[in-house]
């Protein structure tokens, strides 16, 4: 990735979370950033706190309109190097509240498809600019955990998706586009403040900063952090019989 101040970026999903520590650690290395979100009050706080961040635009990825929202925050901003994809939600939902679960469907995996499929497009269209495309899937996609279905299933996907992605560029001969796909643990975010148990947490602070600085150095997978990695190693291991029958991430 080039290393001039110059470097532009939008984060999706910037108003809280992952999202908004990424738009932080961005700016300290000298990025414009553009950022976008469904709360707009939020965006222009961010926007008036943060001098890096240029353009902020209101934008629920639920929505048909959404892309095009997007494009127009592009455009203003004079084109883009990173899109980064911090938009989802999820809840242990062992009950199997339908509601829940449509919504979880629809903006982690439809909405998800959406915005990316359209920044995919905006890339291919430019060959003479490198552009990376970084999205926030999970090690929940590992293994289906019982206790949230939907959330991970839909991290599945995202996961599964941005692998066809990075085989599509190989097959269009899209070589300037890297795709990121960035798996962290529990991070200290409002998304797990629901009451429940989740060990390990990690502070968003340190987990934005891994994040950047893997995207820097161009890593196609990047998996937050070492306990993580082995933790998954492990679970990889485990036949479906078996974990099917262990009470895993349960209230």
């Not at 009950?95 to 909405?111: F, M, P, Q, S």
């Not at 359209?118 to 269209?125: E, G, N, P």
Request: one cysteine or more.
């Amino acid at each position: 990735m080039k290393q001039t101040e110059q470097r532009k970026s939008i984060v999706m999903g910037a108003t809280s979370g992952i999202g908004l520590e990424v738009v932080k650690v961005l700016a300290s290395k000298g990025w414009q950033v553009g950022i976008a979100g469904r709360r707009d009050d939020v965006l222009q706080r961010i926007m008036a706190q943060v001098p890096q961040v240029v353009a902020a635009q209101s934008i629920d990825i639920t929505r048909d309109d959404a892309p095009r929202q997007l494009q127009a925050l592009i455009d203003r901003m004079g084109g883009i190097d990173l899109y980064f994809h911090s938009s989802g939600i999820g809840y242990q939902n062992p009950d199997l509240d339908a509601d829940k679960e449509l919504r979880t469907v629809e903006t982690n995996a439809v909405g998800f498809t959406r915005m990316v499929d359209a920044v995919f497009s905006y890339f291919a269209q430019q060959p003479e600019h490198e552009g990376h495309i970084a999205v926030i899937s999970s090690i929940a996609r590992t293994k289906g955990l019982g206790a949230a279905p939907a959330y991970s299933a839909t991290k599945r996907y995202v996961s599964h998706y941005l692998e066809c992605l990075s085989q599509l560029r190989a097959i269009r001969h899209l070589r300037h586009i890297h795709i990121h796909d960035i798996r962290p643990g529990f991070v200290r975010t409002p998304l797990i403040a629901d009451g429940n148990h989740y060990p390990m947490q990690l502070d968003p602070e340190r987990v934005a900063q891994s994040i950047v600085q893997g995207i820097e150095r161009n890593r196609p997978v990047i998996t937050i952090d070492w306990r993580y990695r082995l933790l998954v190693a492990g679970w990889t291991l485990l036949p479906r019989w078996l974990w099917v029958r262990l009470p895993v991430a349960t209230q």
